[in-house]
């Protein structure tokens, strides 16, 4: 089942903002809408989402119409607080966003841009399991003003495709590209590396097979075993391997060999583009500190240093909407030094780096000495001012960061 939310501070029902978080106009405003569907939960995911046999009560074909009411709440909350900035990205993730008709995406979408406005040549992604896509689908998201498809591929391996109990066929990932091509749309892949019973080999070939498809953009994330899932369980019980750090580095190696010899370059730990139009948008959003409203149920926020995060089920979403209320479960304000912490957190994630000079202690930027010794932290970019990471220092992006925040 999805993870607990985290603790904080209660929300008001009507949503308002503190007046000392009203946002700021020349920051980039982004929207995530959270679509909490599947056919079937895979075994490692921990994600807000549901089965139709879980709903107890919310029904998908009202769905769209529950979250155009917190788009109209938002509307009211943003108008109230600032001048209103138009969606540079919107990103509709999941759970399985292709679960639901076109016409219900693009009518959230609309909500989107009634309440405030897509900028010109915004980047708007649509999440979808590969055996969801159909030339029909991707021409209808098109035409409602979707730009980019990020298609669920995980493997191109029977076997671990089965251990990460994805549905798909792998052959359906080649149709779900070629539909979103013919549509005019920017095409993604998502793997994952490290699944029980995966070899290099296994990893080597999915990577050949998602090459072969010539997407745009790649993601490649190791797998993490969540607390609480049924890959948990089967691991705890001795029914499935647990990951092996070691052959994960090892896979974490390959892609980056591979897909830089294929012309991709790296942008951020996990994710790799063949130029930087394309680039996720919306992911680098989050890595650099942008505002983004979170829609749907579990989704979260961040407005001017504000955070929160709405109630998890489908069906307590709705019922706090229904009342005129805001569906937020809680919120938070980071102090000081945890913004310092987080901002070292992501902003080392990405190709840019960050200013050796906003490092948050003198101690801090003493250690870039050593961590560049170490082969962690590229010598000729700190040199020019900025942190960023080597190959090996993406595989230990944690020690660096721990690093530099001690």
Not at 71 to 85: E, F, H, K, N, W
Not at 109 to 123: C, K, P, Q, S, T
Not at 318 to 339: C, I, K, N, V, Y
């Amino acid at each position: 089942m999805p993870g607990a939310l985290p603790l904080g501070d209660p929300a008001p029902a009507d949503g308002r903002l503190p007046d000392e978080h009203a946002p700021r106009e020349e920051v980039d405003f982004g929207v995530y809408l959270h679509v909490p569907f599947c056919r079937v939960r895979c075994g490692y995911c921990d994600f807000n989402t549901y089965t139709a046999t879980e709903l107890r009560g919310a029904r998908q074909d009202q769905y769209a119409d529950t979250l155009l009411q917190e788009i109209d709440l938002a509307r009211t909350v943003l108008g109230d607080a600032a001048p209103p900035r138009p969606a540079q990205t919107v990103f509709f993730g999941g759970g399985t966003p292709t679960l639901l008709p076109a016409g219900d995406l693009a009518r959230m979408l609309d909500g989107v841009r009634e309440a405030f406005g897509i900028a010109d040549g915004a980047e708007v992604t649509v999440e979808a399991n590969p055996d969801t896509v159909t030339d029909r689908i991707a021409q209808d998201l098109a035409t409602a003003g979707v730009t980019r498809m990020s298609i669920g591929m995980q493997s191109s391996v029977p076997h671990v495709l089965a251990a990460l109990d994805r549905t798909h066929t792998p052959e359906n990932v080649g149709s779900a590209v070629q539909a979103a091509r013919n549509a005019g749309l920017g095409a993604s892949l998502d793997l994952i590396y490290g699944a029980p019973g995966e070899s290099l080999d296994d990893w080597r070939a999915s990577l050949e097979t998602a090459l072969a498809h010539k997407p745009d953009h790649i993601s490649a994330y190791a797998l993490i075993i969540e607390e609480g899932t049924k890959l948990a369980r089967q691991i705890s019980r001795g029914e499935m391997p647990a990951p092996d750090d070691d052959l994960q580095a090892d896979m974490y190696e390959l892609a980056d060999e591979l897909l830089a010899v294929a012309g991709y370059e790296w942008y951020e730990v996990s994710n790799w583009a063949t130029s930087e139009a394309h680039r996720s948008r919306h992911n680098l959003s989050y890595w650099r500190g942008s505002d983004w409203w979170g829609f749907g149920p579990g989704a979260h926020s961040h407005v001017a240093g504000l955070r929160w995060w709405n109630v998890k089920h489908p069906a307590a979403y709705a019922q706090r909407l229904s009342l005129g209320e805001s569906p937020a479960a809680g919120r938070e304000t980071p102090d000081a030094e945890q913004r310092a912490l987080e901002r070292v957190l992501l902003e080392t994630r990405i190709r840019e780096g960050m200013p050796v000079s906003d490092l948050p202690s003198s101690r801090a930027r003493t250690a870039v000495a050593g961590l560049i010794a170490d082969g962690l932290i590229d010598g000729s970019a700190a040199v020019s001012g900025r942190v960023v990471l080597t190959r090996r220092g993406r595989l230990l992006a944690d020690a660096v960061v721990r690093r530099l925040t001690e």
